[in-house]
Nanobody
Framework: QVQLVESGGGLVQFGGSLTVSCAAS????????MGWYRQAPGKEREKVAT???????TYADSVKERFDISRDNDKNTVSLRMNSLKPEDTGVYYC?????????????WGQGTQVTVSS
């Protein structure tokens, strides 16, 4: 019954910006950690950014200073603002969530939204 639904993916030119959003439903708690992973063609899924309930964030080195994660604990939503996009940012972006308790590994996953950055 737990669902994470992403939105906002699409096609953007090099150097452009895009925001992907995720809404969690079917839960009666605020997850300890919510975040975003991505998977490029032929590559393993990688962690992009996460945020805890208290606002502590982590970013992959490749996106630091370009991406900005935010969340609303009351609405159980999380968004990722992506700036200065590069072709290597292309991939399927997945929303993730833990339970109420902290874990380095997500418990729930969204279906993903495609982000394509053209040259």
């Amino acid at each position: 019954q737990v669902q994470l639904v992403e939105s906002g993916g699409g096609l953007v030119q090099f150097g452009g910006s895009l925001t992907v959003s995720c809404a969690a439903s079917g839960i009666s708690f605020s997850p300890s950690v919510m975040g975003w992973y991505r998977q490029a063609p032929g590559k393993e899924r990688e962690k992009v950014a996460t945020m805890t309930r208290l606002g502590v964030t982590t970013y992959a080195d490749s996106v630091k200073e370009r991406f900005d994660i935010s969340r609303d604990n009351d609405k159980n939503t999380v968004s990722l603002r992506m700036n200065s996009l590069k072709p290597e940012d292309t991939g399927v972006y997945y929303c993730s969530s833990t339970s109420y308790y902290y874990s380095d590994q997500p418990l729930y996953w969204g279906q993903g939204t495609q982000v394509t950055v053209s040259s």
